[in-house]
């Protein structure tokens, strides 16, 4: 029996061997296809970026045209947008001939590349709506928060913050969902948590909100009711935030 | 948009080489405005045939009138009456040219409120000028855009004399009328025909002759949905697009302005209501303080910290403190820090303290032009810091 045993061992362990012997060069040959498309890259945006500082690229579209590409790059001249976009592009490249070369050198047929190269692709997709919810979500925050400052509301800071969370909820639901990750508990509990943020929110705005409205309604029916001097009329008195110019 | 070719009365070409090449360029004006304007455009030329282009239907003048109309149809349409825009520079050559007149008025709304002596004066002026820029006479709590930051930056940075970069009155000669034009086109080509115009710039860049001359009390139109958050953002940002664009005119030594007389201006007798904008300021400092932290040095940002905690009637801005502001703020919209809508957005309630500051310090006797002297004096000693700054921006940061 203890033979028996041993021999199941040895046959067990040989399969597991064989089958990391069989993984591992379509493994270094993902790896070797981005470190190698990666270096390319790299060179092929120094290059770029050099050409285009010699060709003065930057000030010819800034001459040239009223809006520019780095409107839409904070703080990034479009030499060095280009540049960048170059890189990411090879390494992009390189990253689905290492996969293609994955697939190609794993055997046929078996599961773990059939589950494995889809999920990548499936990755790559969730990490780019991260990326762009968390700039989706800063963006708005900001937004709010000066809008809200400028309309002198004294829950501004509150009120973006809610947006933000807003936003990030939504795309870690989307996330989640894109990686088929929790099936209906994940849409369960956005749906809970989206509409509890939603809700105090609006019971924030509408409770904050509701002195300035009962001023506003008074303040509707006293100007019907009374005859108020306007402007013209001798009686007439602007106030000194009407008689402030800014224009 | 009206899209139309410009009509040309031909009967006026004669009448151009007659007049010595005087075009007056109206906007679109009220029947009755229009009317007043003509009325008051024949007693400042009396015995002149002089060439008035107008959008409006012309009405019949009698034989004897010395002006000529020119009806046309604007090829571009500003939808911004209350201010000169690129539509109107552009609208403005293209008749002067086809007219072949040598001289160009370019009248703003309400230009019935224009004395005739005003009109003679703007016309005398850019007879021998290429631009002349007029000179208003306004109360203590009006024009305060201009006075905060408009005519600070323009007369630092420019070396310009004019108090009113963005004057609605102007005396053109054809080369500027030609200059502004061809700025003009850049914008409208992008179908922004609303996009500010910065004629002082681009005379001062152009090394053309400029002159200013005071036209007294004038009604000043007003925007017709005048919120400040949004065209503060429009003007200013207009300006730190045209200073970007500029930079490497204004880098180079400039000689500051002489010292003018400072006009009379009406004192200011009522307590002013500063209370709302400093609650927006205070609202905003607790706020906006990350914001402006990306966007200020320490220096202004302690500077503004101590602000927030004066008294209302001790609330002053010094103006070194402003001045260092506003070239933060444009430094940051060059290197886009952060987004430029962010941006300008974040500076009205910077405006605003400006504003109570202002009021609060007219109120204790001191003149308001005075005031405003000074902050472009200050605007003028801080200039280096500014160029520093553009140069290095990571290096130099006090």
Not at chain 1, 145 to 169: C, D, E, M, P, T
Not at chain 2, 208 to 225: C, D, K, N, W, Y
Request: glycine share 6%; proline share 6%; net charge neutral.
């Amino acid at each position: 029996m203890w033979q028996q045993v041993e021999l199941a061992l040895r046959q067990s362990a040989q399969q597991v061997l064989v089958k990391l012997a069989s993984f591992l060069p379509g493994l270094f040959a993902l790896l070797l296809a981005v470190v190698i498309l990666s270096a390319i890259g790299a060179g092929l945006s120094s290059l770029l970026r050099r050409s285009l500082v010699a060709a003065k690229f930057d000030e010819r579209l800034a001459r040239n045209a009223t809006t520019t590409i780095s409107d839409w790059s904070p703080s990034h001249s479009p030499t060095q947008l280009l540049a960048r976009v170059v890189f990411w592009a090879c390494v992009l490249i390189g990253c689905f001939i290492g996969l293609s070369a994955f697939d190609a050198a794993y055997p046929g047929g078996s599961p773990v590349s059939v589950f494995i190269f889809p999920y990548l692709t499936h990755s790559i997709g969730a990490v780019l709506l991260l990326i762009a919810g968390s700039l989706i979500a800063r963006f708005l925050e900001r937004s709010v928060l000066i809008g809200a400052v400028n309309a002198k509301l004294q829950y501004a800071r509150f009120l973006s913050l809610g947006i933000k969370w807003l936003v990030l909820v939504l795309t870690a639901a989307m996330v989640l969902d894109h990686l088929q990750i929790g099936g209906a508990v994940v849409e369960l509990a956005f749906g809970i948590l989206f509409g509890g943020i939603v809700l105090t929110l609006a019971l924030a705005v509408g409770l904050g909100s509701r002195d300035i409205v009962s001023r506003s309604l008074e303040r509707s029916a006293d100007h019907r009711s009374t005859l108020d001097p306007i402007p013209g009329d001798p009686d007439y008195k602007a106030s000194p935030a009407e008689s402030l110019r800014h224009f | 948009m009206a899209s139309a070719q410009t009509n040309i009365d031909l009967s006026s070409n004669t009448a151009a080489t007659a007049t010595g090449g005087l075009l007056v360029n109206l906007v679109s004006l009220p029947q009755e405005a229009f009317e007043a304007t003509l009325s008051n455009l024949a007693l400042a030329f009396p015995g002149e045939t002089v060439l008035v282009a107008t959008p409006d239907t012309a009405p019949q003048l009698s034989a004897d009138s010395p002006l000529r109309l020119i009806p046309y149809t604007p090829t571009t349409v500003s939808s911004a009456p209350w201010i000169l825009t690129a539509a109107d520079y552009l609208n403005a050559f293209k008749l002067a040219q086809e007219n072949r007149a040598a001289t160009c008025l370019l009248l703003g709304a309400e230009s019935q409120s224009l004395q005739p002596e005003a009109l003679r004066a703007l016309a005398k002026s850019a007879l021998s000028v290429d631009l002349t820029v007029a000179h208003y006479d306004l109360g203590p709590r009006e024009g305060l855009v201009n006075s905060a930051i408009l005519y600070p930056v323009t007369r630092a940075l420019f070396g310009t004399r004019p108090r009113f970069p963005l004057a609605i009155d102007l005396g053109l000669s054809l080369r500027m009328a030609n200059r502004l034009a061809a700025t003009a086109q850049r914008f409208t080509a992008a179908s922004q025909d609303d996009s500010f115009i910065w004629p002082l710039s681009e005379a001062a860049t152009a090394n053309f002759t400029i002159a200013e001359v005071s036209i007294g009390r004038r009604t000043i139109p007003q925007p017709v949905a005048p919120d400040l958050n949004s065209l503060l953002a429009q003007i200013a940002g207009s300006l730190f697009a045209d200073v970007d664009a500029k930079a490497s005119f204004w880098q180079r030594a400039r000689g500051t302005q002489p010292t003018q007389t400072i006009p009379q201006t009406a004192s200011v007798t009522e307590t002013p209501d500063t209370a709302p904008m400093l609650d927006a300021f205070r609202l905003a400092y607790t706020n906006l303080h990350e914001i402006w932290s990306l966007v200020l040095p320490p220096n202004s940002l302690l500077g503004l910290k101590k602000l927030s905690v004066l008294h209302p009637e001790n609330f002053r801005m010094p103006d070194n403190l402003w001045a260092r502001i506003v070239y933060d703020f444009i430094l940051a919209y060059r290197l886009r820090t952060i987004n430029r809508g962010h941006l300008l957005g974040a500076l009205t309630p910077l405006y605003l303290a400006w504003v109570a500051s202002h009021l609060t310090l007219i109120h204790t006797g001191t003149a308001p032009e005075k005031h405003i002297q000074d902050l472009a004096s200050a605007f003028e000693t801080d200039k280096p810091y500014l160029v520093s700054r553009w140069r290095w921006p990571d290096r130099f940061n006090p």
